[in-house]
């Protein structure tokens, strides 16, 4: 830069001008890249809204939030993403899901949660679900979350190693949850196995700068007390989180009342499983004082709200628990029959419609609390909330852009309710995760869909004649 300007400057009003703007850039901090935007959607604390904003970047770190003005005066970045017709916002973050089902996409819809799980799920996992099945699901799992904004996502399944190559090839953040139940697995005969592999994951990754390893039990119905107070002490050992789904189904609930003469919630905290970092999805059926417990215990909660319309498990009590201060995310779940697909944008939107049927008050669930859901809220509830889910100077750029120049975003009176209510995951045009672009222009820079694709396709036909052995 400075080479620029040690030739000769011609006398006059051009080189004064010359002379400022060198001026400038040698007060100027450096940043790697600046993002500029219509909007910037910040969801700091005040939930400041700039127009014509921007962000200035510089490694893994936000640097500078405000007007375009101000930060590019401020800072002299090596890059410009000008974004003008673009909202500018805070990365997505999915609170449960269970990644490498992907390939299990469609298998078994339409039916209750024991079907489901007992006659399709469980049976083609185990003949299906291999490291490699885990590496190939996760990656077509993470190409269509990135690509509709999401950047971190908690996820529960089995080789959550290969979960975490995957992420990691993607360039994604993740909670990686490694499942433990109380049959054989296709990772482990016994639940000693599981929390020997458990163990050996959070090893492997203790101080990763993306993947935070957890220790996922996966509910009350398919863990036994001992193994869901080991999985709480091995977590507790590490200063892990762990992740499990609890009261998410009425014959969850029904069971526990009937033969423990407990709640759920009440069983789980009675074993001092919410005794450290947790993080549990669903929490559909819950009472007053299960709620206290979840609030006590500093719980983070996943809703999942196309899951559990698609299972008719339920509504879960979101307002109530909101209301109490409890952080609420929102998750997709798997996509094999609660889900089909990873797209957070939409569950914004049931997320905010779904509460205002069951309360039969259309003012609840605003949009902008919605996208607080999606972003600072889900970071609380996963336990990060001092590193993501906000624009704000010292957290992470893990950040998106949506475009505004299609048909259904025009015209556009209000930011947060065209997010919600009219934006889709199709309109992300950038995402980038510690400063790093993985997509540009809703292109994916980091994993190549071809072969992915492929391998799906590949993968299909070999579930599909499992299933009819």
Not at 442 to 450: E, I, M, N, V, Y
Request: proline residues 5%; glycine residues 6%; hydrophobic residues 45%.
């Amino acid at each position: 830069m400075l080479r620029s300007f040690n030739h000769r400057l011609p006398y006059g009003r051009g080189s004064v001008a010359c002379l400022l703007l060198f001026a400038l850039c040698l007060h100027a901090e450096p940043a790697d890249s600046i993002y500029t935007a219509r909007y910037v959607v910040t969801m700091n604390a005040r939930h400041d809204l700039i127009d014509d904003g921007a962000v200035a970047v510089r490694g893994q770190r936000i640097v500078g939030v405000g007007k375009r003005a101000d930060i590019e005066k401020q800072f002299q970045a090596r890059q410009h993403i000008d974004r003008p017709d673009a909202i500018l916002m805070p990365g997505l973050i999915n609170t449960h899901t269970h990644a490498a089902m992907s390939l299990f996409r469609g298998i078994a819809d339409d039916m209750v949660v024991q079907d489901w799980l007992n006659k399709f799920i469980f049976p083609a996992e185990a003949k299906n679900v291999t490291p490699d099945f885990v590496l190939w699901g996760t990656r077509l799992a993470c190409l269509e979350m990135m690509l509709s904004g999401t950047t971190t996502f908690v996820d529960m399944y089995y080789f959550e190693d290969s979960v975490a190559k995957a992420t990691k090839e993607a360039g994604m953040r993740g909670i990686l949850g490694e499942t433990m139940i109380r049959f054989k697995s296709p990772d482990a005969a016994t639940p000693k196995d599981m929390l020997r592999f458990t163990e050996k994951f959070l090893d492997e990754y203790q101080g990763d700068p993306t993947i935070i390893p957890a220790v996922a039990p996966h509910a009350i119905y398919t863990n036994d007390d001992a193994d869901l107070q080991a999985a709480r002490q091995l977590a507790n050992k590490y200063h892990a989180p762990l992740v499990m789904h609890l009261a998410e189904a009425k014959f969850e609930y029904d069971d526990a009342v009937r033969t423990r003469h407990m709640t759920p919630t009440r069983l789980v905290e009675s074993l001092g499983v919410l005794d450290g970092w947790t993080i549990v999805a669903h929490a559909i059926f819950l009472d007053p004082a299960d709620m206290q417990i979840l609030k006590a215990h500093g719980t983070g909660v996943a809703h999942c709200p196309s899951s559990n319309m698609k299972l008719a498990s339920g509504i879960a009590p979101v307002v109530k628990l909101l209301a109490l201060g409890i952080p609420v995310g929102l998750g997709t779940d798997g996509p094999a029959g609660s889900n089909n697909d990873f797209d957070l944008m939409e569950e914004m939107n049931l997320a905010a419609d779904l509460q205002k049927v069951a309360t039969g008050d259309p003012t609840v669930i605003p949009a902008e609390q919605a996208i607080a859901m999606a972003t600072i809220l889900g970071a609380r509830a996963a336990g990060l909330e001092k590193e993501i889910g906000s624009l704000e100077t010292g957290k992470r750029a893990d950040l998106i852009t949506l475009r505004l120049d299609r048909p259904h975003a025009v015209p556009l009176y209000n930011v947060y309710s065209q997010i919600v209510y009219a934006l889709k995951g199709s309109d992300v045009e950038d995402v980038a995760v510690d400063g790093k672009p993985i997509v540009r222009n809703g292109r994916s820079l980091t994993l190549d869909p071809a072969p992915i694709l492929a391998k799906a396709r590949e993968y299909a036909a070999k579930v599909t004649a499992s299933l009819q052995k």
